[in-house]
Nanobody, 127 residues
């Protein structure tokens, strides 16, 4: 069992940056795949980015086309934390951002592949 707590959301102007953090409990979190998803009002939850656990030998990160080149997912396994650095933010990035994790080396972009979810953090980008 792992618990995920997101932080770092807030209000930012278009073109600005935010860094989201997802702190996880559990001593084996480094072996978990982790991902970020977001849900805007009236829309379905959508994939943002994912990062593999330490036992994955393939490509370690994968991004949605809408954020590629602007967002970077990373993790600090010593601190059991996953990050999402968001640059060049746009009003369309406004959403509640959720961290997700799964005890497998790699999961990918499907939300159904993740069993553990955080409570979400609000990101609002003003124009």
């Amino acid at each position: 069992q792992v618990q995920l707590v997101e932080s770092g959301g807030g209000l930012v102007q278009a073109g600005g940056s935010l860094r989201l953090s997802c702190a996880a409990s559990g001593r084996t979190f480094s072996s978990y795949a982790a991902g970020w998803f977001r849900q805007a009002p009236g829309k379905e939850r959508e994939f943002v980015a994912t990062i593999a656990g330490i036992n994955w030998s393939g490509v370690r990160t994968y991004y949605a086309d809408s954020v590629k080149g602007r967002f970077t997912i990373s993790r600090d396994n010593a601190k059991n934390t996953v990050f999402l650095q968001m640059n060049s933010l746009k009003p369309d990035d406004t959403a509640v951002y959720y961290c997700a994790a799964q005890p497998r080396p790699y999961v990918g972009s499907s939300a159904s592949g993740y069993d553990y979810w955080g409570q979400g953090t609000q990101v609002t980008v003003s124009s």
